[in-house]
């Protein structure tokens, strides 16, 4: 079960989310006083937060047992091996999402590949966000086009989608499909091209996230937006460790979080079989004797 699923007020649940709590196993290990003065309250809230927690986790238990016979008639350990081989094939199977640059594709294997997660990095100014955009718009390419067909979500934590851009972006994709059909395919049935800029905005689900405390929870909500929207193929934050560099003070809780979120990222893209696209942003470090650019807070 996870944090926002406990029945206790909203404020702390808001407080746990934000603190790197996440799911009942990291309160498991924790003390009352550790956990009062971690997220700033008395440590009597506190003993009735692990209280209600600890309840929670039991009931989960239960329910867990009771289910474990039924699922072991029907599903023995061993069928879910699978050989090296077989993954390979997978792999191979897997369909990318082109950023619209042959070379950059060529880099990533093939484009940006679905069931994993991509980190992109670069210093301010050197398009990002616009490639961020490409993704999301590229991934609404048709099948019949190579593409997924799929949905994107984006999540702007600087504020810098400009959906004026995106609006272009849209416009030179429709135009792309539209030259593939006219020259690549003049000696076949083409295929007619249904799409309109404004079809392709409205694929794009936006959100924008003002503090890391929002972001941990939109990122623990997915999973239910994911479970409702199937046709979603991409995820793009932009950036991923905005907040995390301006609000943060306590860096092993940071760590923990960062670790958290990615964790999560990865198992939503295996289990939805989509892309998750990080951008990130940059900062210089001094290692043996000099300074060299690094991924934030790597």
């Excluded at 971690?38 to 329910?63: D, F, P, Q, Y």
């Excluded at 990002?128 to 702007?156: C, R, W």
């Excluded at 890391?212 to 997915?222: D, G, K, S, W």
């Excluded at 979603?232 to 306590?250: G, P």
Aim: proline fraction near 1%; aromatic fraction near 8%.
């Amino acid at each position: 079960m996870e944090i926002w699923r406990l029945p206790i007020s909203a404020s702390q649940r808001g407080k746990l989310i934000s603190a790197g709590y996440t799911s009942l196993s990291s309160l498991s290990s924790i003390s009352s006083s550790d956990l009062a003065r971690e997220l700033k309250v008395s440590e009597s809230e506190a003993m009735n937060i692990l209280k209600v927690a600890s309840h929670s986790r039991g009931s989960e238990t239960s329910n867990a047992s009771c289910s474990i016979v039924e699922v072991l008639d029907t599903f023995q350990w061993w069928a879910g091996a699978q050989s090296a081989w077989d993954m390979l094939h997978d792999e191979e199977s897997l369909m990318h999402i082109t950023t619209s640059s042959a070379d950059l594709d060529n880099i990533l294997g093939g484009g940006i590949h679905c069931k994993e997660v991509t980190e992109i990095g670069g210093v301010p100014g050197i398009g990002k966000t616009q490639l961020g955009i490409q993704v999301a718009v590229n991934v609404q390419i048709p099948n019949d086009f190579g593409g997924l067909g799929g949905k994107a979500i984006y999540i702007d934590t600087e504020g810098s989608f400009m959906v004026e851009r995106a609006f272009q972006i849209a416009e030179a994709c429709i135009e792309d499909m539209s030259e593939y059909n006219r020259f690549l395919r003049k000696d076949f049935q083409e295929c007619k091209i249904k799409m309109l800029p404004q079809d392709i905005l409205e694929n794009i689900f936006y959100f924008r996230i003002c503090s890391y405390t929002e972001q941990i929870a939109l990122i623990n909500y997915l999973d239910k937006f994911l479970s409702e929207h199937k046709d979603v193929k991409v995820i793009v934050v932009d950036s991923v460790t905005f907040h995390f560099r301006q609000d943060f003070d306590d860096m092993a809780l940071r760590t923990r979080v960062l670790s958290g979120m990615a964790l999560k990222l990865m198992n939503l893209a295996k289990r939805f079989s989509l892309a998750v696209v990080l951008l990130n942003q940059v900062t210089t470090k001094h290692t043996e004797a000099s300074f060299q650019l690094a991924l934030a807070l790597v």
